[in-house]
């Protein structure tokens, strides 16, 4: 949950997660330059700096392209929610791999002049209307900037003054950041290596994001086509499931036409129906279950009452909550949405609409 907002927020379960990821990074860099050292055949000895560059580098890019897989894997199959839980610590060590190789990349291409490091990066080459002499360096460094004002704000008070709409937005810029790294790559490292590893990585990683991703699009779009609902009453209820096919403690999502999400949660002889997106992250309320008498997002654990969408206090977080009846076997919903957090006396199961 979210009360007492913190920069980091750990437990022995994510303490657990950094260090072993930690020691994942430190592991790769170590067998990156072993084997680099080991097949390494030029004339010249390979200097630790620019090995250094290259293994950092080739690290940052892997991790950036795993988290951009997190979301998507998560949307296919719940096996990888608790990779969502963890995310955001990822996408911290992250930047830190990125910044390290962009220190030591810096120090050791601009550090020796006269002119300002920074200064140089930006400056010292300007054309860009060749791509053998592009640039490259600025689409680097101009993405280290969209991911540093991700990396500090990846905790939950710029989530919650922001608001998760805005938060979520700014975040997406991540795939402007993977864009700009693709072409920094590209233009960069490609235009010199002789090696085709980097090019194999780089193509790997962009059609294994553009397949994951069309799969998830593809699949969302599917269960909205195929949960489509049809009105009741005039239209002004919606028939949402047989009573039956809700299993206990857990939801039926019915798309809306106006592409909003209903989540209906049976549970303790009771039906209630919630948004489907949770106030934290967006996250699908509907994919979570009742525990404890609340209901868990499965992204991050945040939790609220089905029969008025307020977080259990001290909480204060508050979804949308939706009016619910029971006719003949069946579920029927108001789809018009009340206010966050207001209380809505949830459906008899055996007992009168």
Not at 45 to 73: D, H, K, R
Not at 111 to 116: D, K, M, S, T
Not at 117 to 126: D, E, K, T, Y
Not at 166 to 185: C, E, I, R, S, T
Request: glycine share 10%; net charge neutral; hydrophobic share 45%.
């Amino acid at each position: 949950m979210s009360h007492g907002y913190q920069a980091v927020l750990w437990n022995k379960h994510k303490r657990t997660y950094d260090l072993a990821v930690a020691g994942g990074i430190v592991a790769y860099i170590g067998t990156f330059i072993g084997v680099s050292m080991a097949t390494w055949s030029g004339p010249n000895i390979l200097s630790t700096e620019i090995l250094l560059i290259q293994a950092f580098g080739s690290c940052a890019f892997i991790m950036l392209t795993i988290i951009l897989s997190i979301g998507p894997l998560a949307r296919l199959n719940s096996i990888f929610n608790p990779l969502l839980y963890n995310r955001r610590h990822f996408g911290v060590m992250f930047f830190i791999v990125a910044l390290a190789h962009v220190i030591i990349a810096t120090f050791w291409y601009h550090g020796f002049g006269i002119v300002n490091p920074l200064v140089s990066i930006l400056s010292m080459n300007s054309e860009y209307d060749r791509i053998a002499q592009f640039p490259f360096e600025s689409l680097g460094f101009v993405a280290l900037l969209i991911l540093f004002v991700m990396a500090a704000t990846s905790h939950d008070f710029w989530l919650a003054n922001l608001k998760p709409g805005v938060w979520k937005a700014m975040h997406m810029f991540v795939y402007v950041a993977y864009g700009l790294l693709v072409l920094h790559v590209v233009l960069g490292a490609l235009q010199a290596e002789r090696s085709s590893l980097y090019t194999w990585l780089v193509i790997a990683s962009a059609v294994w994001l553009t397949v994951l991703h069309v799969l998830t699009g593809a699949r969302e779009t599917s269960k909205d086509h195929h949960g489509a609902v049809a009105a009741r009453d005039g239209g002004h209820w919606m028939a949402v499931a047989a009573l039956d096919d809700i299993p206990n403690d857990r939801a039926r999502i019915v798309p809306m036409k106006d592409g909003e999400r209903i989540a209906v949660f049976k549970y303790d002889g009771k039906v209630s129906a919630v948004s489907n997106v949770c106030a934290h992250q967006n996250g699908p309320l509907g994919e979570g279950k009742i525990v404890d008498g609340c209901i868990t997002c499965p992204w991050h654990g945040y939790q609220y009452n089905p029969d008025n969408g307020q977080s259990p206090p001290p909480f204060t977080e508050k979804i949308p909550t939706y009016k619910v009846k029971i006719e003949g076997g069946h579920v029927f919903v108001d789809p018009t949405p009340l206010p966050p957090g207001t209380p809505v006396a949830p459906a008899i199961i055996g007992g009168n609409a």
